[in-house]
């Protein structure tokens, strides 16, 4: 019943954007029955500086094993599955394995790109005890240079570092899944995950690493999402017991990152933040998050930061955080759409 439902919000979706005679449509399908086989061809395809609509790829149910690349100029693209559940692109690859460019499975460096309904993954397993290995290997879900980039119901699935915003872009993400363990959500870009879930799989996991401009008002926000993990005394896939994991770390000695509203369970150090290095100056802030792991001693404590007011969290709206007064380096506003089926209008 689950998939007959995405499958007819999925075909209205299309069938709704198909009829704007402004947007371009494309089908990928795995068996070649539409007009691509890969999602790469689909992206090579695309026009640059395409401004007459959208570019919409529909990618029917499959398992993509593709290193994807959507390049600077190529505008306008949205990526659209069926559901995130049957619709997967997937690569393994990591810091040391020998290949040649960046170690993502995807890169966005495109302006004005939409997702919806897809899962990026990268299954490369960052174990700790593996002789003449890199204990911990970069392994990249999904990175991103580009801005005003925008995700709905996704999953985004990794250990070391699964979501890089690299670059000063902004980036929206809603309704999804986000897995990782070492620093796996960080960069440099504005970031807004809003109303996801973000699951810590390993041991002394960090969900955030932000290298925030200092220029820059915001850097990294979730807001009314639950943060969630393996249960205590569980093996993560090292065979390490679970125990704890934390909000995250600064990255490049800067960090902006706030979590308002969120679900904070047991398994969160009581500490919540912690160092990459010495001589970093991180601004972390919590406001009003439920939930076992919740407290509002803990940044007081840690002296990283603190608790916002009121007045100072009514400053963390979506509207808000992607503004042009934010960072000097925007010229316009940003307000994305809420959901994937306005994002198509």
Known sequence: ????????????????????????????????KGDYATIQEAFNDVPDHFTGGKWIIRVRPGEYNEKLSLPEGKENVVLMGQDAGNTVIWFEDWSSSGTRGQKATVLIAADDFTAANITFRNPHQNIREIPGE????????????????????????????????????????RD???????????????????????????????????????ASKFGITFLDCRLTAKEAGEPDHDGVPFQYFYLGRPWHNSAHVAFLRCYEPATLNPDGWTFMNSGAYPTFYEYKCTGPGATTERLLRRKMGRQLTDAEAAAYTVENIFSAATNPNYTQDWLPARNAGQALR
């Open 176 to 214: 999804s899944y986000v897995e990782g363990n070492v620093d796996f959500i960080y960069g440099s870009s504005v970031m807004v995950f809003d109303r996801c879930e973000i699951f810590s799989n390993q041991h002394e996991s960090y969900i955030t690493a932000g290298s925030s401009p200092l």
């Open 1 to 32: 019943m689950k998939h007959l439902r995405s499958f007819l919000c999925f075909a209205a979706l299309i069938l709704a954007a198909a009829c704007s005679s402004n947007n371009v449509v494309k089908v990928v399908d795995p068996e070649g």
């Open 134 to 173: 890199n204990k911990r290997s970069q392994a990249t879900a999904l990175q991103l240079t580009g801005d005003r980039l925008a995700f709905y119901n996704c999953r985004f699935e990794g250990n070391q570092d699964t979501f890089y915003g690299r670059g000063t872009g902004r980036v929206y993400v």
